[in-house]
């Protein structure tokens, strides 16, 4: 089965490769800002399908579902909360879609579909006005549908509060059999990395880790640069694999468009540099695309090599 294949692989020292970004190749085709991505799965199917094809065409080993934002917290922002389920299956489909077209009769296992669970963009009690109870049951309810749909891996990513990320977590364990990744999103305050609620590298391994995630790492954030200090500072903390996908650096805003300045040549040796650091799986996030997603596959092929 592609689930134990996925943790195998992983084990046996192989570096999988991800995808890059859904959001900002969708404005790159006409998405208006702080729309709804996700609706996208079933009213613009063949974008969708498009950009999954040509992550699969640039190497990646790995794509994620266009369902970050398809928990019903966020959805319900949209009033789009009762097509969840809905959502969550097209953008499997789509996916499977796009891999069969790319790599026809892949055996089972070559490749991945990571469902991808961002954060409720809630606060949770004392703080805020959302019940761990509800926090908890939405991730399930995410989890529940991803798992309908067929993915092979559950992707809970873009993390800043610790208690969330547990909870997305053990929803994911408790509610199915399938590998789980879990990443934070950390920035730079001095020497040390943490996220914006202040949660430290070293207590999102351990509480990650005892949470059941399977695959640790971190994602978004403010460039590749910045993301070399985070892997190093987790490799050493622990020997699960990790995920890295940075950010293609931070955007700079030019007509109310965003631009992102760390091009494929730019990311280069800064990809590179992950790869020797020990990351397990790599791609990239806001502002990356398929060109720096061939840059990176060309880097792991030579290092494989080696």
């Known amino acids: 089965m592609a689930t134990s294949v996925f ?60 369902t970050f934002g398809c928990n019903a917290y966020r959805l319900r922002q949209h009033s789009m909360e009762s097509r969840l389920e809905e959502y969550c299956a097209q953008a499997t489909v789509l996916a499977r879609e796009a891999l069969a077209a790319v790599h026809p009769g892949a055996a089972q296992g070559a490749y991945f579909i990571s469902g991808s669970i961002g954060p409720t963009g809630e606060m949770l009690e004392p703080l805020g006005e959302a019940a761990e109870a509800d926090v908890y049951q939405a991730f399930a309810r995410q989890v529940d549908a991803l798992v309908a749909s067929g993915v092979d891996v559950l992707q809970v990513e873009t993390m800043m509060a610790i208690d969330e990320a547990l909870l997305a977590v053990r929803a994911a364990k408790q509610h199915s059999t399938l590998p789980v990744i879990a990443t934070m999103t950390f920035e730079q305050n001095g020497t040390e990395f943490n996220t914006m609620w202040g949660v430290t590298i070293e207590e999102a391994v351990t509480r990650l880790s005892e949470a059941g995630a399977d695959v640790l790492g971190a994602n978004c954030g403010n460039g590749f640069d910045e993301m070399i200090g985070i892997i190093g500072a987790m490799r050493a903390l622990t020997k699960k694999p990790i995920l890295a996908k940075a950010n293609a650096g931070l955007p700079e805003v030019v007509d109310g468009v965003a631009h992102y300045r760390q091009t494929p040549e730019v990311i280069k040796e800064k990809a590179a540099r992950l790869i020797a650091l020990g990351v397990n799986i790599i791609g990239g996030c806001c502002g990356t695309g398929p060109e720096h997603i061939a840059t990176i596959r060309r880097l792991v092929n030579q290092a494989s090599k080696k």
């Open 7 to 66: 943790l195998q692989r992983l084990g046996s020292g192989e570096i999988l490769v991800c995808d890059g970004a859904m959001g900002t190749e969708l404005q790159k085709r006409g998405m208006p800002g702080g729309g709804c991505s996700e609706t996208y799965n079933s009213t613009h199917p063949e974008t969708i399908r498009e950009i999954y094809t040509e992550y699969f065409k640039a190497g990646s080993d790995m794509i994620e579902t266009n």
